[in-house]
């Protein structure tokens, strides 16, 4: 059974900086991709951030590019989100979530919903002043 954990969200400025973590716990040697998506009210869920554990490779959604950073630590399990210069239309709750090493490159690249078999409950992050 797989566990994802998300936490570090919270209230946070405009402009200012907050750090998600993501701990996975369970058999995790399956995972091929972990994706960070968002939730804002009224509106679908999007794909923020991923990352193709077989190469390393990673992606971002237009809308964070430059801002948002994604990493991990093997040791740990976990993967973070390290956000920047966060702005109101960036609240939204954020969860993590894990494809299995079955999963198409592609799929990962473009953070298709569809193919995240594992997610996390999820951590409010809000961007207000």
């Known amino acids: 059974q797989v566990q994802l954990v998300e936490s570090g969200g919270g209230l946070v400025q405009p402009g200012g900086s907050l750090r998600l973590s993501c701990a996975a716990s369970?058999?995790?040697?399956?995972?091929?991709?972990i994706g960070w998506f968002r939730q804002a009210p009224g509106k679908e869920r999007e794909g923020v951030s991923s990352m193709d554990l077989r190469d390393g490779k990673i992606y971002y959604v237009d809308s964070v590019k430059g801002r948002f950073t994604i990493s991990r630590d093997n040791a740990k399990n976990t993967v973070y989100l390290q956000m920047n210069s966060l702005k109101p239309e960036d609240t939204a709750v954020y969860y993590c979530a894990a494809a299995t090493d079955a999963t198409p490159r592609l799929y990962i690249a473009n953070m298709r919903i569809r193919s995240y078999d594992d997610w996390g409950q999820g951590t409010q992050v809000t961007v207000s002043s």
């Open positions: 369970g058999f995790t040697s399956h995972f091929g991709g």
